[in-house]
């Protein structure tokens, strides 16, 4: 994750170094400090293709018995699984998009973080 050029970077241990500073980060901070881009980039788009399945569910009940009372039940029901399938699949793409974005945000920090590194080790 902080591919930096010109700077020892040494992620699994925690410690940064640049000319003749040297960072070291807590063991339990710098695993906190670690994300994998490609993972969350994986999950938000199996979220997304779940989302999109459930999107696809679709519910067709037929009454034998047409002009029965039970038919109010029976459109109260399909309206209320197919409510509750709607919601179900908005939940899972709310979490895809914070997914995405999770990965996009971790991606700009560790751009941010290469560019700092290379200011500090440049002088400015």
């Not at 047409?66 to 899972?92: D, F, H, M, T």
């Not at 979490?95 to 290379?118: C, I, K, L, P």
């Amino acid at each position: 994750m902080f591919a930096v050029l010109g700077a020892s970077v040494l992620r699994a241990t925690g410690c940064y170094r640049v000319g003749q500073v040297q960072l070291s980060l807590g063991g339990e901070l710098t695993e906190m400090l670690q994300a994998d881009i490609t993972a969350l980039s994986t999950m938000s788009a199996a979220l997304e293709a779940h989302a999109t399945a459930i999107d696809g569910i679709g519910i067709s009940l037929e009454l034998i018995m047409p002009g029965s009372p039970i038919v109010q039940v029976e459109v109260a029901a399909k309206q209320a699984v197919l409510g509750a399938y709607r919601a179900l699949s908005s939940n899972i793409r709310h979490m895809a998009e914070v997914t995405h974005v999770a990965a996009n945000s971790y991606e700009n920090v560790d751009g941010w973080f290469a560019d700092q590194v290379r200011a500090l080790e440049s002088g400015q």
